[in-house]
């Protein structure tokens, strides 16, 4: 879908070029999940916290899901749940292929039901919004680098590690960027 001429970002990585210290979104990734006219909606994928799903949500919950890492998915409505769901075979995929984004917590408990060894789940709390032509205006100012996304990204075992990775595969300049201190003061 395109907008105005611009290409939709939807199944596709955006991190922080280094320009947003100080920011909720300083060093993160985040999979843009929806980009259309109505604006954009993503997953900080890279920002898990110290909490379990099962200490953050009161619900009668699965124990593979309940012992699972809560991310923080970004600042917009830290009470919302979403999740992205990961397998072989899916044919509702609805972020990219092999990848689906949910925000129901009952799908969420019928989808770990049943054993697959491919399937994954990465479960959030809140999410990142922008508003109709929000993201466009933040691309054109250089905010954001664009970075094809993919599975193995998105469920990497260790997610604070993902945005130095994808700096790294860019070449020097962002390998300096990606190797430098967090606080420049400590230089």
Request: charged share 20%; net charge negative; aromatic share 8%.
């Amino acid at each position: 879908m395109t907008m105005k001429g611009h290409k939709s970002l939807k199944g596709k990585f955006i991190l922080d070029k280094g320009n947003l210290r100080g920011s909720f979104f300083h060093r993160t990734v985040i999979l843009v999940c929806q980009h259309d006219e109505e604006g954009a909606f993503g997953l900080v994928i890279n920002r898990p916290t110290a909490t379990t799903v099962g200490e953050a949500l009161v619900a009668n919950l699965p124990e593979s899901i309940k012992q699972q890492t809560l991310f923080l998915g970004g600042p917009v409505q830290p009470q919302a749940l979403s999740f992205l769901h990961s397998d072989i075979y899916l044919p509702n995929a609805n972020v990219m292929p092999g990848l689906l984004l949910d925000h129901s917590l009952d799908t969420l408990i019928e989808l770990t039901e049943g054993y697959s060894p491919t399937k994954k789940t990465k479960i959030f709390a809140g999410y990142a919004g922008w508003s109709p032509g929000q993201l466009d205006d933040e691309l054109k100012r250089d905010t954001w680098m664009v970075h094809p996304a993919s599975l193995d990204l998105v469920f990497h075992e260790r997610p604070e590690e993902i945005w130095k990775i994808i700096l790294r595969q860019k070449g020097l300049r962002y390998r300096l960027l990606a190797d430098a201190p967090d606080e420049p003061a400590w230089n």
